[in-house]
């Protein structure tokens, strides 16, 4: 069994029974940045070995692992935070165990995601979520399209490039298009900032240094008003 566990994204205590239970009885744990994922086994007691499985490997790394959970393995997945495979390595693992006909479970739990779209206050009974824009090319693409999406959107942003892409979204969906910048969700200095895009611009625009892993939210061009 491959188990895909979700880890904190912020606030080590939303970690639920079952994932430390399951961390603790599986063979080994494939992990992102084992440095940062020893943070949390070390506050759960969790000895189960780690071993590094990310972007970089995971090409050379599944016919291996899908081998040894053929072999009776039981293998757990997890990501520096939040679910495996959302914007990071996981899909081709899973996959590959699908085609092999390997079981696999995807526990629910933390994500940035859906308390993102929740806590906007913007209509998220449909949404989008676009991951990462692209840096460059197709970037301006996808924002147009978003722009004519008729139901609230939400990507990911680094936060050295939030202020840039405010002003897009500002450019394609304009200034008065409802939005939430959400900042370290579930972290000590969690910050969740709702208001037009225009204001979204000059609130960061002022800050000295914007930090943290951030959702911004849009809403769609049906709500726009």
């Not at 989008?128 to 147009?144: A, D, M, N, S, V």
């Not at 936060?159 to 897009?168: F, I, N, Q, W």
Request: proline letters at 6%; charged letters at 25%.
């Amino acid at each position: 069994m491959l188990y895909i566990v979700p880890t904190p994204v912020g606030n080590l205590e939303d970690m639920t029974l079952r994932a430390i239970r399951i961390l603790k009885e599986v063979e080994f744990i494939l992990a992102e940045d084992t440095r940062v994922s020893r943070r949390l086994m070390d506050h759960y007691e969790i000895t189960t070995p780690l071993r590094p499985y990310h972007a970089h490997n995971e090409h050379r790394s599944v016919e291996s692992l899908v081998q040894e959970l053929q072999a009776g393995r039981d293998l757990a997945l997890i990501s520096d935070a939040g679910t495996p495979g959302i914007s990071d390595a996981g899909y081709l693992l899973i996959r590959a165990c699908h085609l092999a006909g390997v079981m696999v479970t995807c526990l629910p739990g933390a994500t940035a995601v859906i308390p993102a779209f929740v806590h906007s206050g913007l209509p998220c009974d449909r949404f989008h979520f676009e991951g990462f824009l692209p840096h460059k090319k197709g970037r301006q693409t996808r924002i147009r399209w978003l722009a004519e999406y008729p139901f609230t959107f939400g990507m990911f942003e680094s936060p050295h490039r939030l202020v840039r892409l405010l002003k897009e979204l500002a450019e394609f969906c304009g200034p008065d298009r409802q939005a939430t910048v959400c900042r370290e969700i579930s972290k000590l200095h969690e910050e969740t900032k709702p208001g037009s895009l225009h204001e979204l611009i000059a609130y960061y625009d002022a800050q000295d240094k914007v930090r943290g892993e951030i959702v911004v939210v849009v809403g769609g061009k049906e709500n726009s008003k």
